[in-house]
């Protein structure tokens, strides 16, 4: 699938209004993408969703409705490149995520990949306006013996941050 064909898919997802902005750092090269449902990030993401409310609720459609939304800072697949690369190539796409945070305005922003993205978050403009642990959240991603932490650590942000509460009262 061409790059233009993921990012229709995406914008295809993308709500009015985000709300929770998710932050990942590429779709990986094998092919998988969050929004074709077939990801590590989507499955994982998926069932924290659906132990928050209890039940199997968690679909692209609800994940929009929500007001969630995945931002990848680098458009195309840097899972194969070196560390030293990746980190380079994320550099150079912050630039492009502060100027979207700044436009959009997310209430909350949960960041997908503490090893190579968060110090580049860290040290960008965005932390002038988002605090750690009040409306910017650092998870790991769900791979590699993460997956629980990952979803224990997302259910405390939704719980944080009243979803529950904002869509069904």
Not at 55 to 66: A, H, R, S, V
Request: aromatic letters at 14%.
């Amino acid at each position: 699938m061409k790059n233009n064909n993921f990012e229709n898919l995406r914008n295809n997802y993308k709500p009015d209004n985000i709300e929770v902005l998710f932050v990942g750092e590429s779709r990986p090269k094998g092919g998988t993408f969050f929004y074709q449902g077939d990801s590590a990030l989507y499955k994982e993401t998926k069932k924290a969703f659906d132990k928050y409310f209890d039940q199997d609720i968690f679909t692209l459609d609800k994940f929009k409705l929500w007001g969630c939304w995945l931002y990848d800072i680098c458009e195309n697949p840097v899972n194969h490149l070196s560390n030293e690369e990746r980190r380079s190539t994320i550099q150079e796409n912050i630039p492009e995520l502060e100027s979207f945070i700044k436009q959009e305005s997310p209430k909350i922003i949960i960041v997908c990949k503490k090893t190579l993205v968060e110090p580049k978050i860290r040290d960008s403009d965005i932390m002038h306006t988002y605090q750690v642990g009040n409306n910017i959240f650092f998870l790991p991603f769900p791979s590699n013996g993460n997956q629980r932490r990952y979803r224990e650590e997302l259910i405390i942000v939704l719980t944080l941050y009243g979803l529950k509460e904002k869509y069904f009262q």
